[in-house]
């Protein structure tokens, strides 16, 4: 017995790291990968039209880091575009290993490599062909943050150097999304990191607090009392009162 005790496992005891940030709830990330799966199906939709080979497209991670974390753990070979985001005026920003994108870009021209090419130097020609993969991919993006939480990207700066692209403060709360991309039987990745300042105006939103809502509900009310405003009352008052004995009140 004192054995079977031993070998039970301790199911109250689990690790916590306080140094890793808690600012996305389960909510949040429930609602945003769900959201991204969608995004999933649509642009693997379209880019296997455009490259003329099947790819596929689905989450395989989420991670919440400080944002100079979030960014030091992407591959090194990362090509990477800031992504605007409105009406609130923030940033993401969206990552493909150079593999992925080399192979995109042969597939545009028109060949059909067996295998990813080799690493090399981004051409005009390549950067050109990048900057459209990115705007493809960014287009579907937008889709679904527009549905999900009003909101719309746009591409801006498309770069090689991760740490040249600005987008929050080092410390700020972010939220990576991996994606495994499969391209005629090679698997690469790309990245969708999410800084809370990106989508902090909308946060309650994206928990499922809705708070349109909440100004309908200020809005009915201020009718009804609106309504009522005009309706008479009795009103009663008591300025004051004091206890006495009888014999006081007979004196």
């Known amino acids: 017995t004192a054995g079977r005790a031993a070998r039970r496992p301790q199911r109250w005891r689990r690790s916590v790291d306080f ?36 790819l596929e ?23 990477g575009a800031a992504l605007a985001v409105a009406p609130v005026g923030t940033r993401m920003l969206l990552t493909a290993e150079l593999p992925l994108v080399l192979l995109t870009i042969e597939h545009l021209l028109g060949g059909a490599p067996e295998r990813p090419p080799k690493a090399r130097k981004l051409s005009e020609i390549d950067w050109a062909l990048t900057k459209r993969l990115f705007e493809m991919l960014t287009h579907h993006l937008s889709l679904v943050w527009q549905d999900l939480a009003g909101l719309t990207l746009e591409p801006k700066d498309v770069d090689t150097h991760m740490e040249g692209l600005q987008v929050t403060a080092v410390s700020d709360p972010t939220l990576t999304l ?42 009915i009310a201020a009718a009804v009392r609106r309504a009522v405003a005009g309706a008479e009352v009795v009103l009663r008052a008591e300025v004051a009162h004091v206890d006495m004995a009888i014999d006081e009140v007979l004196a």
């Open 19 to 54: 140094a890793r940030p808690t600012k996305f709830t389960s909510e949040h990330e429930r609602r945003i990968v769900r959201a991204l799966d969608a995004f999933c199906t649509t642009a693997a939709t379209r880019l296997s039209a455009e490259l003329r080979v099947p």
């Open 178 to 219: 991996t994606f495994e991309a499969r391209v005629d039987r090679h698997s690469s990745t790309l990245a969708l990191l999410v800084p809370w300042s990106a989508i902090d105006a909308v946060g309650d939103e994206l928990a499922g607090r809705e708070t349109r809502a909440e100004v309908a509900d200020r809005q």
């Open 57 to 79: 497209l689905e989450v395989i991670d989420t991670t919440q880091l400080p944002w100079s974390s979030a960014q030091s753990a992407l591959p090194q070979d990362s090509v």
